[in-house]
Antibody, heavy 121, light 106 residues
């Protein structure tokens, strides 16, 4: 059974960088699939941030422009998110997730429990 | 592609049939359309992918249909655990979610 767990600070100051890590268990990231991030502002809908393959290939939401960096550490079965220059609008529950297949990378079939990140001074 | 879900809220009783709509601003190629269920305080759960294929473990009371720009999620008989928010989602040049439909107990 694949399990994902987000970790990182729950509070980030405006203009700083949000950094989160997702640890995968029950499956080796090197085995395939894309691994992604989705966020959800409190009381609102879902927004895709991006995803990464074990070889480092990434795709991300153009609306987040150049603020997003997604990286992978296959030796630790972890992937990470960095979001630069955060504002209050980046306050959200951040989920990490696994894609259904490598080809059907647009669907997420396993999710972490989510981590609330608040941007505030 | 922008996904518009309707209605915003659906008030129904257990045992009733739920019909949720998702309309795309452009035609969805290859029926690349999924549906998720999200219960309060939980992560989303993939129900349907490819417009009509049920994910592993999803009860057969959930069914997806549609093509082009109009897609539907149908729950044939609502169980108590089905009262939740449902999102449609598309992946093409980007990955987008609809605004959600809340299915609440009448």
């Amino acid at each position: 059974q694949v399990q994902l767990q987000e970790s990182g600070p729950g509070l980030v100051k405006p203009s700083e960088t949000l950094s989160l890590t997702c640890t995968v268990s029950g499956y080796s990231i090197s085995g395939g699939y894309f691994w992604g991030w989705v966020r959800q502002p409190p009381g609102k809908g879902l927004e895709w941030i991006g995803f990464i393959y074990h070889d480092g290939t990434t795709y991300h939401n153009p609306s987040l422009k150049n603020r997003v960096t997604i990286s992978v550490d296959t030796s630790k079965d972890q992937f990470s998110l960095q979001l630069k220059s955060v504002t209050a609008a980046d306050t959200a529950v951040y989920y990490c997730a696994k894609t259904l297949t490598t080809v059907a990378r647009g669907y997420f079939d396993y999710w972490g429990q989510g981590i609330l990140v608040t941007v505030s001074s | 592609i922008v996904l518009t879900q309707s209605p915003g809220t659906l008030s129904l009783s257990p045992g009733e049939r739920a019909t949720l709509s998702c309309r795309a601003s452009q035609s969805v190629s290859n029926n690349y359309l999924g549906w998720y269920q999200q219960r309060p305080g939980q992560a989303p759960r993939l129900l349907i992918y490819g417009a009509y294929s049920r994910n592993t473990g999803v009860p057969d009371r959930f069914s997806g249909s549609g093509s082009g720009t109009d897609f539907t999620l149908t729950i044939s008989r609502l169980e108590p655990e089905d009262f939740a928010v449902y999102y449609c989602q598309h992946y093409g040049s980007s990955l987008t979610f609809g605004g959600g439909t809340k299915v609440e107990i009448k």
